[in-house]
């Protein structure tokens, strides 16, 4: 006699796909069958993976959420994480040119904000099946959104439709923007090379991220939600 462990298999499967295969298999005996409603199945749809900017761990935080509440009015404070590269721990001296990747991958929103952002790319985390359901239209309307409000942007939160998303991270004053909006990018895929276009003073990656709306540190997210 062969058994089928119905509760092993909700942890998979929708209930309706386990009658499906039990009709299909009359001669298993069910067993661990319990009437309770069956917990969401694994999709492929999961959150995409989070990797540091960075590549290696040298790295300094400049600035964080909220400080220097008088250079930013507009947002009550910084808007995001500043972090930098420190190429010579000894002199502890942020060097531009190193590569940033992307903390998520998704769709790339990019630009050039010359008196703020400078080069900058915003990516909407999505894996690969979740960029490929994605209506062309709701990527084109990003695009044009992202260009629109990109010159007023003072954070991630000035563009409408990025708070209807789950994960969207922002990196700037890069020192280019190789990736054209629209783009698709991999997680850990590089974006830019650190710079210090727009508003900057040395060399370093302004970070921002938003979970619907809402502004976290993405060094935060990444700690908590590192895959590799
Ligand atoms: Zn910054």
């Known amino acids: 006699m062969a058994y089928f462990n119905y509760g092993e298999a909700r942890k998979y ?20 069958y319990t009437p309770e409603p069956a917990p969401t199945p694994q999709s ?7 990797v540091s900017p960075f590549a290696n761990d040298q790295v300094v ?14 947002t009550g404070g910084h808007a995001g994480e ?24 998704g769709l790339v929103l990019s630009g050039y904000q010359p008196g703020g952002y400078g080069n900058v790319t915003a990516i909407v985390g999505a894996n690969p099946q979740e960029l490929a359901q994605m209506a062309p239209e709701e990527k084109q309307n990003l695009v044009n959104e992202f260009q629109q409000y990109l010159p007023t942007a003072n954070s991630l939160q000035d563009f409408p439709s990025l708070g209807k998303y789950e994960n969207v991270a922002l990196l700037g004053h890069g020192a280019d ?6 783009s698709e990018v991999a997680t850990g895929s590089a974006v830019m090379r650190e710079g210090s276009s727009g508003m900057s ?9 938003t979970n619907k709306g809402q502004l976290k540190a993405l060094m935060d997210i990444i700690r908590n939600r590192l895959y590799r």
């Open 13 to 32: 499967y929708t209930d309706q796909e386990i009658q499906e295969f039990l009709s299909q298999n009359p001669e298993l005996k069910v067993m661990n």
């Open 44 to 50: 492929p749809s999961q959150p995409p993976d989070f």
């Open 177 to 182: 923007t190789p990736l054209p909006s629209g």
């Open 82 to 105: 500043d972090l930098a590269y420190i190429r010579n721990p000894e002199y502890g001296t942020p060097t531009t040119e190193d590569e940033i990747r992307a903390a998520i991958g």
């Open 201 to 209: 003073t040395a060399p370093h990656l302004h970070t921002e991220y």
């Open 61 to 74: 935080k400049t600035q964080g959420i909220g400080e220097n509440p008088q250079n930013y009015p507009s």
